[in-house]
């Protein structure tokens, strides 16, 4: 294991060290586009500063609205009956809207009922195996000024719905 971190705190700054003498070698003026490459980042950041913001202010709403806890509420017994955890759909819910928010949730809920519960477990798969679909359609496509997202809303909240589907699938089988 220490090899391995070794390893690890070197690669980042050997990297640096090739990109720099493969510029040179080029005879480009990295130092320059160096500084051209942080002004654009820049300018990315502040044009993708709205859609994020947008993005937590309607997270904030749904949690502390009550709504999804109400949504919740309603459809307990049609989970119970299937054999799903109420207690996981938050983060179903909030996974494909935002990887910050949903991760606090695994935490909240491995804390609670512990990283070898069934609950522990199921989070941390499905925390694995979707993405926040919403999020990336929102800041890329924002970023880029695509209007129509066409197909790419769909499918990527259907692959979300498959990969929900398969790791309380996967996890029943292995675990339960």
């Not at 690669?11 to 070698?25: D, W």
């Not at 130092?31 to 993708?48: C, D, T």
């Not at 606090?104 to 809920?109: D, P």
């Not at 519960?117 to 195996?129: D, E, V």
């Amino acid at each position: 294991m220490g090899y391995l971190t070794s390893i690890s705190a070197y690669i980042i700054p050997c990297f640096i060290l090739i990109v720099l003498l493969v510029a040179t070698y080029k005879k480009l003026p990295s130092y320059e586009l160096f500084v051209e490459g942080g002004k654009e980042g820049i300018q990315m950041a502040f044009s993708l500063l709205p859609f994020l913001l947008g993005m937590i202010v309607s997270i904030s709403i749904l949690r502390s609205s009550g709504a999804l806890e109400a949504f919740i509420e309603l459809i307990t017994p049609f989970l119970v009956w299937f054999g799903i955890p109420p207690e996981i759909l938050p983060l179903a819910l909030i996974r494909p809207i935002s990887g910050t928010a949903a991760l606090g949730m695994t935490t909240e809920l491995t804390q609670h009922y512990g990283p070898d519960s069934f609950i522990g477990r199921l989070a941390a798969t499905m925390q694995g195996s979707t993405d926040t679909t919403l999020y990336i359609l929102t800041i890329y496509f924002g970023a880029v000024g695509i209007q129509k997202m066409r197909y790419a809303l769909k499918v990527g909240l259907l692959a979300d719905i498959v990969g929900i589907s398969a790791s309380i699938i996967i996890v029943k089988l292995v675990f339960g």
